[in-house]
């Protein structure tokens, strides 16, 4: 079989859902709107599982997880970093680590969420 045979079969897929591990649902659906500009999409009955959104984000599904649990990393690409950087430092974000230049070339800062998550916003 070609390679081109190959690719014509590859099924179209969407994006990746992450699922953040955190204590108390509700309490995260609320950080993510109220400081991170996110809407809350839904929660399950028993509050185990829920989801949060935003226009150019998302959606971001949140599990509840006894700690300690190791915490998500992701890695956001933002087309401007410095009004993103503005947004959420202005919103109470907890930046752990402000907006600079890393030796690997990208501009980035760091964002935690309150049960430990990191979010990486980056541009080259």
Known sequence: M???NIKEKVASLGKPVPELPVRDLER???YYKATLGFEIGWLYPGNEIGSVSRRDMGPIFFRKKTPPFEAAVHWV???DIDASYEELKSSGANIVDPLQKKP???RQFTVQDLDGNLFHFHHD
Request: proline share 0%.
């Open 2 to 4: 070609s390679v081109m």
């Open 28 to 30: 995260a659906q609320q």
């Open 77 to 79: 690409y933002a087309e």
């Open 104 to 106: 690997w070339g990208l």
